[in-house]
């Protein structure tokens, strides 16, 4: 049997961190055994899909690089099968045609709540108020009493009584699928073999079942992972830190963290915490999934994002962060100067945004200074010490690391100050903060021109606060 699995999203919002692990469950299985993982857009909520939604989905996958094969399948674009199916199995007496309006249900919920009761659909009302050219609904016949077993390749057996679904809509009065109705026909006509899902659609399963059954479609397998949580065991939401996708590139994410962390969820192989994509692919099994809810824990996951930003070459970084200097207005600098820049603030980040926010002083003169900072080392007594090391660098012709400190060692003989009373001032003088790399890295990187003119603007704010 060739493995065949689905990602089956509905377009009315940004593509969520759970739904994102449920897809690379699905593709990794598929890439595990050598098989197809392909694309279903479930978009027939005419109310809430919303195409921008379908274009970050796919944006979304494609960053994380998860290929899909094929073309992808969009369910408004299959109507007419799903009517035509819906047909047939009136034709067979398997479903009916239910002219109960929905004023009419809601009237009837709304009594059995007022008794205490739990409302259930009445069969007898499927003729209600029949007419040629009324609207109406398509309802399986459920028969009771008989048993829905799901081998779940997760949970185990798991069985179902008929006599607890009530015959229910697969096709709606406006000509749409339900959600069961469409997926369980999707599923068997795209050949899916194997369904991995979250476990709030284990209550789905017996549903599908019978509606494959009924048109005498194959199944697929089905293996329910349990839900993330938050850290308060409620569903993970946004109150918990967690983001859509697309907000975690937005934010500076590397697309492989996401990846490792979000397979983590839920998915172990011994003690291993960080893989290649190629590792996951050969040692991704369903066995590896548990079967207890996994928590969400967004400073561990910005603590591995960081780990592979520090793993990653330079020059990578470098090309990834570019972009980002340049929509903050800022000019880029070269490829070389970018490289130093990269070298010493990924150690120091945990993010590509936090990288470029970090250091913003190497691409722009524009900055204030800190006032506490400004307020202990911007002062009169330093003021001397900047047009000393001016005066010192600038004599510096190969403006190299070595060189540099030899103009620091000079001022230090000159004033008779260690290299501490000399450093922080002078951190503060050229990146308006007390905290940056080491002084020489810093110097060497914005260059003389720069240097010579910043320490002349530190000594013109102390003279300016001092008038």
């Known amino acids: 049997m060739k493995i065949v699995t689905r990602f089956a999203p509905s377009p009315t919002g940004a593509l969520h961190v759970g739904a994102a692990r449920t897809a690379i469950f699905n593709w990794l299985f598929s890439a595990s055994l050598g098989g197809d993982f392909l694309l ?118 798991i069985v179902f009584d008929s006599s607890e679904i009530e015959d229910f809509v697969i096709l709606k009065a406006d000509g749409f699928p339900t959600y069961n109705f469409a997926a369980a026909v999707d599923d068997a006509q795209m050949d899916i073999s194997h369904v991995i899902r979250g476990d709030d659609h284990i209550i789905n399963a017996p549903r599908q079942i019978l509606i494959a059954e009924a048109l005498d479609f194959s199944k697929p397998k089905l293996a329910h992972v349990p839900m993330i949580l938050g850290a308060d065991g409620k569903k993970l939401s946004k109150r918990h830190g967690a983001e859509s996708v697309t907000e975690y590139r937005l934010r500076g994410y590397l697309p492989e963290a996401v990846l490792n962390y979000l397979v983590r969820l839920g998915w172990s192989f011994g003690d291993q915490e960080i893989f290649t994509t190629q590792e996951l692919i050969e040692k991704f099994s369903l066995k590896g999934i548990g079967k207890s809810p996994s928590v969400f824990d967004p400073q561990k996951f910005l603590w591995l994002n960081g780990k592979y930003l520090r793993d990653l070459p330079e020059e990578s970084i470098s090309e990834k962060i570019g972009p980002l200097i340049t929509q903050k207005g800022l000019p880029r600098p070269s490829s070389e100067r970018l490289r130093k820049i990269v070298v010493q603030m990924r150690e120091r980040s945990e993010t590509l945004n936090a990288i470029v926010d970090q250091s913003l002083y190497f691409f722009t003169d524009d900055f204030e200074y800190d006032e506490k900072a400004a307020e202990k080392f911007l002062v009169e007594r330093n003021g001397e010490i900047f047009m000393l090391l001016a005066e010192e660098l600038s004599r510096v012709e190969d403006f190299s690391h070595d060189n ?44 003389k021109e720069i240097v010579v003119l910043r320490l002349a603007r530190a000594i013109d704010f102390i003279s300016s606060r001092n008038a």
């Open 40 to 157: 279903r857009i479930e978009d027939t909520d005419r109310a809430r899909s919303e195409e921008k939604f379908e274009r970050q989905i796919i944006e979304s996958l494609k960053w994380l690089g998860l290929e899909w094969q094929g073309e992808i399948v969009r369910q408004s674009e299959r109507l007419a099968d799903y009517g035509r199916l819906a047909e047939r199995l009136i034709d067979e007496d398997k479903a009916y045609r239910c002219y109960v309006t929905a004023e009419e249900l809601g009237r009837r919920r709304e009594e059995a709540r007022e008794k205490g009761e739990v409302f259930r659909y009445r069969r007898e009302w499927s003729q209600l108020g029949a007419a040629p050219g009324k609207p109406y609904a398509v309802r399986l016949s459920v028969l009771p009493g008989e048993k829905i077993s799901v081998e779940d390749l997760v949970r185990g057996g």
């Open 404 to 447: 540099i400190h030899g103009g620091f060692e000079r001022v230090m003989q000159r004033t008779g100050l260690g290299l501490g009373k000399i450093a922080q001032p002078a951190r503060v003088a050229l990146t308006g903060s007390t905290k940056s790399p080491g002084i020489f890295d810093v110097v060497e990187i914005l260059g």
